[in-house]
């Protein structure tokens, strides 16, 4: 088995979290990708072999498949954790079973991925989780509750995590990606320009950045957005 | 009928709820009060004969009893979310059920409630909605994520309901209670000293000067704790 | 010498200040206003005879002037701090010195007035101080980074002092104004439409619900905007 | 002359600012430490004589000081903002003239610098500025309204001059350096054990991948504190 620190990232699409994958195997880490289907995992990791990225099923709203993620291996150094659905539309509008759902994954599914990652490191008393918020992490805009929901019970839970496990060695960031992610589904919508929406290997560099702090300096939360942005 | 106007609140216990009902009954309102079980609302009520408020079983977690409370009746001038369950403890020792089962009280139940008071209001072109947070609502604390995961999400719920139906003539308030209030239970754990613990009937007092303000200066968030609170 | 409570209101104009002094005054408050020129405050006093409002002059830039407005009388029961300058423009263009003349007035003037109160009231172990805040007290916007700079330093006056001053005694509220108070100088630019400017007369509604809380359930901060405005 | 980009520290002592130009001058930067008193930065820079540091003295308050700090070079690539005094005390017994003189260096010196490097990297398209911020910029605490009235106001000049210049190509950063930094003066009240403060060098390093950020994905405000720190 491998003597590399292990990376898990949870919830990888082709967009930001293939990118953690990527930037946290070149950078020297044994990578386990997971999303509620591995083969789309499978396909970009036989699409960059040299990586080493893992691929593997998890639905992170199941306790047992999180469990399986985490059990029967060295505690993780990195969890990174990129899951969650959106719903969009008025108040008045929603389905309140769509919103239940999209909850599941963001909040209850991180519950489930900060306990099983949580209970490792504070064992092994070192380790990083990073948790990708959003806009409506902060602010509930019109139309936008369905998410806002979602991403302000993770940025509840986040700081609380991080309250709690920091003085045990391990360090809890909350990264705000305040703005659209270039991918093949949005680089139509984005504004006319250069780097007008975030780049997800940018994105990266900074979660390598939060992992790589010296304990005497962490960040709890951050934001990130293309220069052009009007915020 | 009554032409008084309605006042509804949900969630009515001894304390903030029935201080809610007594002084919107006192202003001239006709007050429903709902809980999951009315005979309590009912005590409460036959205690005090005079106000007239009407005591409702509802369950804020189904739609259908939901519905039940506001059918059937002239839209409600005044809607009063007052719901929730506490559950405490460190992030790796909370029961994800526990939290499944609060996320649905305070904020599946809010959503419920917004959407049925909202469509009558938007329809009426008038109304005030307000929810309860807490110091959970704005941080999470260490030992506070299953409170913080749902005072969060119904502060988002709060943020983009008042942007939607503000311009519809629909006022939200969110009102964050930051320190203990005063009942029978809490009593033995407030500091010694005069008002030092939250009084309901003087939290209920600013929900009425809320629902009072002209339309030209509405105001979406504030805080209430007692003068001695460090905070 | 009248034995109803006093109330001083510093930065008096046509506008949010005369409203303040005006509902104070028929709240049974002996007020003084005061402004840097008397003159102006005198002529709306002359308009309102019955109010009764005294009309001062006070720099509040200049202690000498502050501790002449507090002294020889009984400790004020209200202070209302509404005193501000407006520096508009982009950093890269912003006139240093006219930054500075504006803060002096927002923030040097704000703590002059809350030391001559705040001593005062401390003595007598009673009293509401509220400042006059505005959306720039929460946000640096691009080209308002002069009226931030002010407002962000008043906010954070008014957040020490109510940690201070709170325990023993003495009320100390922030109010956010977010939007545009309709004046004879603004109502030229406000959206079409009924109550779409912050009526100065409202605004002082909620002032006065403040100074009114009972000392178990203070509010350190709200926001007021009309219910059509975008946020 | 040399082809290095050039970093600019503003406010060098022996602590972060000294810790600033190292890990600038290390990662590729011709570095110039200012302070009030330059004799200061030449012993620094004399005691590493490998990181060819050239040291200035520059009083922040005086625009031509600042200006010719600027001025006959290249402009720079890299600004860091690091100057400050502290007043501490009650607001009732802050003095006003020590509130106004620590206003002057953090934030009206703040301005200077923003303009004389924003007008600089906004002609070149390019760099980067970083303001010093700390925990009472986020907070007026109790006894720290002398310094949360300059950090307040740091924060509103660089939230304002992020939303301007960003889309000029200049990145605006923030820092709230929340926590004691480790330093000679500062290392008998930290707590007991390893990494409880917060090392000069960490913080830097952060600094440094704020820099190096692409314009994509930039940070506008970021926290650091000690693992054990409670917040």
Chains 1, 2, 3, 4 share one sequence.
């Not at 893992?54 to 990174?80: I, K, M, N, R, Y």
């Not at 599941?104 to 008393?125: D, P, T």
């Amino acid at each position: 088995m491998s003597t590399l620190p292990r990376a898990i990232v949870v919830g990888v699409g082709p967009g930001l979290g293939w990118a953690l994958c990527r930037a946290f195997a070149r950078s020297g880490h044994r990578v386990t990708g997971a999303a509620r289907r591995a083969d789309e995992v499978a396909r970009l990791a036989a699409a960059e072999p040299d990586l080493h990225v893992e691929a593997t099923a998890c639905d992170a709203t199941d306790p047992q498949s999180v469990a399986a993620l985490f059990d029967g291996d060295s505690p993780p150094s990195v969890v990174l954790f990129n899951a969650g659905d959106f719903v969009r539309g008025a108040v008045l509008d929603l389905d309140p079973a769509a919103v239940e759902r999209a909850w599941k994954v963001s909040v209850l599914g991180a519950l489930h991925v900060a306990q099983a990652a949580g209970r490792r490191m504070v064992a092994a008393g070192t380790g990083t989780m990073i948790f990708t918020g959003a806009t409506a992490s902060l602010r509930g805009s019109a139309n936008f509750a369905g998410l806002a929901i979602s991403k302000f019970g993770m940025r509840a839970l986040a700081q609380s995590l991080a309250r709690e496990v920091g003085p045990k060695g391990v360090h809890v960031c909350h990264v705000v990606v305040d703005g659209m992610i270039l991918s093949e589904r949005t680089k139509g919508w984005v504004k006319p320009g250069p780097d007008t929406a975030l780049e997800p290997d940018a994105i990266a560099d900074t979660y390598l950045a939060i992992a790589r702090q010296h304990r005497s300096a962490w960040t709890q939360e951050l934001d990130l957005r293309p220069w052009v942005e009007n915020f």
